[in-house]
């Protein structure tokens, strides 16, 4: 059975980074299509960045430039790299991910299986 589990969130003031881990158990990340969302009070879950099993890799345009996505084969995990955050990134993060032979880059919330608990980022202004 799949399972995510997302750490690394926080209280940060803008300009600030922080990266985000998710640790994978139950299956390679390799054979995963994984992304992270985000989810404010009020507002629907949203797309933050992807990437395929191939390791092709998508973004929200808001993110683009600031944010990058990785795995490490070697550990099972995901990684949300975020720089330059603003108070407009506050919201619960989460993993998510789905075993998957397609080569694309999964970008909507019901294309994903599978998801972490969520951690939340805040950032002040």
């Known amino acids: 059975q799949l399972q995510l589990r997302e750490s690394g969130g926080g209280l940060v003031q803008t300009g600030e980074s922080l990266r985000l881990s998710c640790a994978v158990s139950?299956?390679?990340?390799?054979?995963?299509?994984m992304g992270w969302f985000r989810q404010a009070p009020g507002k629907e879950r949203e797309f933050v960045a992807g990437?395929?099993?191939?390791?092709?890799?998508s973004y929200m345009d808001s993110v683009l430039d600031r944010f990058t996505i990785l795995r490490d084969v070697s550990k099972n995990a995901l990684y949300l790299r975020m720089n330059s955050l603003k108070p407009g990134d506050t919201a619960v993060y989460y993993c998510?991910?789905?075993?998957?032979?397609?080569?694309?880059?999964?970008?909507?919330?019901?294309?994903?299986?599978?998801w972490g608990q969520g951690t939340q980022i805040t950032v002040s202004s």
């Open positions: 139950g299956r390679t990340v390799t054979i995963l299509a």
């Open positions: 990437i395929s099993p191939r390791e092709s890799t």
């Open positions: 998510a991910a789905t075993c998957t032979r397609n080569s694309g880059v999964f970008t909507r919330v019901n294309e994903y299986d599978d």
